[in-house]
């Protein structure tokens, strides 16, 4: 099945710095990477999600990019605000045949110091 | 309000006392799933359902039941639970469009604890 790797597992940033968190994944049939945000003691919200026909995509602060080559996407977040703070989630799936499954990364804790 | 509701929001049971974790969405979604999340690991499916009287296994099956006896009803029931179910669960569902993947929304979570 699937397997999604997540890295780093923790990242410390100051506010106003950029932060990249990178994730792979092994099921080339894989055609959609959504990404969460979790908050402490909230549900997963979905930010931002790239299918596998876009390379990048951007919403105000946030950007993914997807490398389908090698298996791989990013999110990045740039000029970092305290309300970053949080765990982020890549996740994968492949699609309506797989009754639209999310196949999770580790997750990353994101900690934006003032 | 759109939204995916789940009860309780936490329990604390004992080992093999029967219990059912209800979840319920008001946005007409075909698509249902289970997840449980434990720490350094994410998010991993339980179960997931397609449509009503549709249910198939996701990787973490072993120690769950589900049903999909309405479309907007999903409730997972531990029919003997154990200590290694102790962990915070999540209700998502989505709506079926083509044959992309449209955005899961989640419930707030079920901490449950098993003693």
């Known amino acids: 099945g699937e397997n999604v790797e997540q890295h780093p597992s923790t990242l410390s940033v100051q506010e106003g710095d950029s932060a990249v968190i990178k994730c792979t994944y092994s099921?080339?049939?894989?055609?959609?990477f959504p990404w969460y945000k979790q908050e402490l003691g909230k549900r997963p919200q979905l930010i931002i999600d790239?299918?596998?026909?876009?390379g990048e995509k951007k919403d105000q602060r946030i950007a993914v990019t997807l490398n389908k080559t090698a298996k791989h996407f990013s999110l990045h977040i740039t000029e970092t605000q305290p309300e970053d703070s949080a765990v982020y989630f890549c996740?994968?799936?492949?699609?309506?045949?797989?009754?639209?499954?999310?196949?999770f990364g580790g997750g990353t804790r994101v900690l934006v110091k003032p | 309000e759109a939204q995916v509701t789940q009860n309780p929001r936490y329990l604390i049971t004992v080992t093999g006392k029967k219990l059912t974790v209800t979840c319920s969405q008001n946005?007409?979604?075909?698509?249902m799933s289970w997840y449980r999340q434990d720490p350094g690991l994410g998010l991993r499916q339980i179960y997931y359902?397609?449509?009503?009287?549709?249910?198939d296994k996701g990787d973490v099956p072993e120690g769950y039941k589900v049903s999909r006896k309405e479309k907007r009803n999903f409730p997972l029931i531990l029919e003997s639970p154990s200590p290694n179910q102790t962990s915070l669960y999540f209700c998502?569902?989505?709506?079926?469009?083509?044959?992309?993947?449209?955005?899961?929304?989640f419930g707030q979570g079920t901490r449950l604890t098993v003693v």
């Open positions: 790239i299918r596998s026909n876009v």
């Open positions: 359902s397609m449509n009503v009287e549709v249910t």
């Open positions: 099921d080339s049939a894989s055609n959609y």
């Open positions: 996740a994968a799936s492949k699609g309506r045949a797989a009754g639209n499954k999310l196949t």
């Open positions: 946005m007409n979604h075909e698509y």
């Open positions: 998502a569902s989505s709506r079926a469009s083509g044959a992309q993947n449209t955005e899961a929304f």
